[in-house]
């Protein structure tokens, strides 16, 4: 009886952080207020589809084509203007180098290609964020939190699962009084692999931010251990093929709450039309 009330609550719970998270884009613990930490987190997105590429070892070149074209679309004008501001060639050289790689036909030709693309990703950080920015810890935190919701987002997509379709999941589950956690099983098969390789490499990405930019540069200790936990929660929920509704609670739950208390990020005022609550707002840096 307890473990079938525990289980209760706990989905009830999850499907009122997915309403939550559904009603609106600002929803549950979205960071705004920086376009630096904005951009480092796209950087890192793209990087996701590079590496989600070179893992792929299978002889078929449809999925690293698609994964060099979703590389690709995540850079669009709006994103190729702001590098232009900084630096013409790299704005040039970028682009061209992902196009080619959607052209490759040959997968020994893979490796090279990619090497390349991510040298000039990095190249282009270092132009079009400044130094003092890139060792803010506030701006990284806000890059971590960036990149563990496009973490949650990927996953979702890789199992076709929009935030209502979520919610509803949870709820049958939640009704459902003659199953315990003993006899249930929590695996789920991707339907869209793509989306699930990118997801697979974007947490480990964050993670190897989060240690080389965060770890132990916050004087709340507990928080910043707490956040690192979550993160490494989130990565075994995704190797273990959980359901995609078992990572909204780490994200929202876990990793959120603990950077916005490890690194000073800051509560916005919420969106007009929106309550003001702990997942009802948007978080900006420190002024």
Same mark, same amino acid.
């Given at each position: 009886m307890i473990a079938i009330t525990k289980l209760v609550s706990t989905s009830l719970l999850t499907t009122l952080l997915i309403f939550s998270y559904s009603l609106a884009p600002i929803n549950a613990h979205v960071f705004s207020g920086d376009e630096s930490s904005s951009f480092i987190s796209l950087a890192d997105q793209i990087k996701s589809a590079l590496m989600a590429i070179g893992q792929n070892n299978s002889s078929d070149m449809d999925a690293p084509k698609e994964h060099g074209r979703y590389a690709? @679309?995540?850079?669009? +004008?709006?994103?190729?203007?702001?590098? *232009?501001?900084?630096?013409? /060639?790299?704005?040039? !050289? #970028?682009?061209?180098?992902?196009?080619?790689?959607?052209n490759i036909s040959e997968k020994s030709d893979l490796n090279n290609n990619i090497t390349r693309v991510l040298d000039l990703l990095s190249e282009t950080i270092d132009s079009r964020v400044e130094k003092a920015q890139l060792e803010n810890t506030t701006i990284q935190a806000l890059a971590v939190a960036g990149d563990v919701d496009k973490v949650f987002k990927e996953y979702s997509a890789a199992f076709n699962q929009t935030a209502p379709e979520m919610a509803m999941n949870m709820s049958n589950?939640?009704?459902?009084?003659?199953?315990?956690?003993?006899?249930?099983?929590?695996?789920?098969?991707?339907?869209? @692999?793509?989306?699930? +390789?990118?997801?697979?490499?974007?947490? *480990?990405?964050?993670?190897? /931010?989060?240690?080389? !930019? #965060?770890?132990?540069?916050?004087?709340?200790?507990?928080?910043?251990?707490?956040?690192?936990?979550?993160?490494?929660?989130?990565?075994?929920?995704?190797?273990?093929?959980?359901?995609?509704?078992?990572?909204?609670?780490?994200?929202?739950?876990e990793i959120h709450p603990n950077l916005q208390i490890a690194f000073g990020l800051e509560l916005a005022k919420a969106m007009s039309g929106q309550n003001n609550s702990s997942h009802s707002t948007q978080h900006q840096t420190k002024t």
């Open positions: 690709r @679309m995540l850079l669009n +004008d709006s994103i190729l203007k702001e590098i *232009n501001e900084k630096n013409e /060639r790299l704005a040039t !050289e #970028l682009p061209r180098a992902l196009d080619l790689l959607q589950m939640a009704m459902n009084m003659s199953m315990t956690r003993d006899n249930e099983t929590n695996i789920e098969i991707p339907t869209i @692999m793509e989306a699930y +390789d990118r997801a697979t490499v974007l947490v *480990n990405v964050t993670i190897d /931010r989060f240690e080389a !930019e #965060l770890k132990g540069k916050s004087e709340n200790v507990s928080s910043e251990e707490n956040a690192l936990s979550g993160l490494e929660h989130l990565r075994e929920v995704i190797q273990n093929k959980e359901r995609p509704t078992d990572l909204l609670g780490i994200v929202h739950g």
